[in-house]
C-alpha cells in the first residue's frame, strides 16, 4: 500500500476535501498522490487505489457541506462505506451526497444527526435506489413512530440490508407494529436489528415476536433498555416455546426492561441460549 497511487479520479475529490480540510494528509510534506499519505482512519482505497470509504463521523458540518458536493462525490466511483454521523449535515445536503453514491453504497452511517420524521421520510423514499446497501445505521435521530413507518416503507422488499441500527429514536410501538410487518416482508434480509432505548412495550414486544413465526432470517435482535416488562417477554417466551426451535433467532438481547428473574429465565429456556439476557456488542 506504501507505494499505491491514488486513482486520479478520486483524486480530485480528495483534494476537494484537503482543500477545506475535512481530510488531512498524514503529514504535511506527504505525497497527496500515494494513498499511503492519506489517513486510514478517514479514507480507505481498494488494491487499485480507489475511495471506497469516507469517514467525516463528528466533523461539524451544520452549516452545509463546505465544498461542492457533485465534484467531490461523483468522482468516487468504488466508494461503498460513508461515515456522516454525527456531523448534523443539513437534510438537503445529506441527501445530494446520497443521491450521487446510492448505486455503489454498501455501508451508511447517519445517527445522531436530528433526522427526525422529514429526514426519516426522505430517507425511506431514497432507499430502495440503495439496492447494494447492507448495513444502514440511524441511531438517535428521534424519527418517532410515524417516521421510522416512512423508513420502513423504503425496507420492503429490500434487497440487501442485512445490519439495521435504530437505537434511540422513540420508536414506541406505532413504529415497533411498521418493523413487525416489515419483518415479515417475503424479500427481507434483516439478519441483526437494534431496536434500544425506543421506548417499546409490551404491545410492541408482541408484535415483534408474532413476526417470528414468519420471519426466518433474523439472528440477532436487541431490545435494551426499553419496558417490554413481564408481559412483554411473555409474549416472546409463547412464541417461541411454541416454535420449538424452528426459528433462525438466536439471540435476544432484553437487558434493563423490567422482566424479572422468573421471566428472564423462562425466555432464556424457550430460545435455548445462554445469551438471551445477557450484554453484548455487536463489532461494527
Request: proline letters at 2%; a negative charge.
Amino acid at each position: 500500500m506504501s507505494a499505491l497511487k491514488v486513482n486520479s479520479e478520486c483524486l480530485v475529490g480528495l483534494k476537494n476535501f484537503k482543500d477545506v480540510g475535512l481530510i488531512k494528509l498524514a503529514e504535511e510534506t506527504s505525497d497527496d498522490t500515494l494513498c499511503s499519505s492519506w489517513p486510514s482512519s478517514s479514507v480507505g482505497f481498494d488494491a487499485d487505489g480507489c475511495v471506497t470509504l469516507l469517514d467525516f463521523g463528528g466533523k461539524r458540518l451544520y452549516k452545509g457541506f463546505p465544498t461542492s458536493i457533485e465534484s467531490c462525490f461523483a468522482s468516487l466511483k468504488h466508494l461503498k462505506k460513508l461515515n456522516l454521523a454525527g456531523t448534523d449535515l443539513p437534510l438537503n445536503d445529506t441527501m445530494s451526497i446520497l443521491s450521487i453514491v446510492q448505486d455503489r453504497l454498501e455501508c451508511l452511517h447517519i445517527g445522531g444527526n436530528g433526522l427526525r420524521h422529514k429526514g426519516a421520510q426522505e430517507l425511506g423514499a431514497w432507499l430502495p435506489s440503495a439496492t447494494k446497501l447492507n448495513k444502514l445505521d440511524v441511531r438517535y435521530n428521534d424519527m418517532g413512530g410515524d417516521g421510522i413507518t416512512r423508513l420502513c416503507h423504503g425496507l420492503k422488499d429490500h434487497p440487501s440490508l442485512v445490519y439495521f441500527y435504530a437505537e434511540g429514536n422513540q420508536i414506541d410501538d406505532a413504529g415497533v407494529t411498521a418493523i413487525a410487518n416489515l419483518l415479515q416482508g417475503q424479500s427481507i434480509s434483516i439478519k441483526e436489528l437494534f431496536l434500544g432505548s425506543n421506548q417499546i412495550q409490551s404491545d410492541g414486544a408482541k408484535e415483534l415476536a408474532a413476526s417470528l413465526r414468519s420471519n426466518k432470517i433474523l439472528s440477532k435482535l436487541y431490545l435494551e433498555g426499553n419496558a417490554i416488562g413481564l408481559a412483554g417477554a411473555n409474549y416472546f417466551s409463547e412464541v417461541l416455546e411454541e416454535l420449538a426451535g424452528d426459528t433462525s433467532l438466536k439471540n435476544l438481547f432484553v437487558d434493563n426492561n423490567n422482566i424479572g428473574k422468573e421471566g428472564s429465565q423462562r425466555l432464556a429456556k424457550a430460545l435455548n441460549s445462554a445469551t438471551a439476557i445477557g450484554d453484548s456488542f455487536l463489532e461494527q
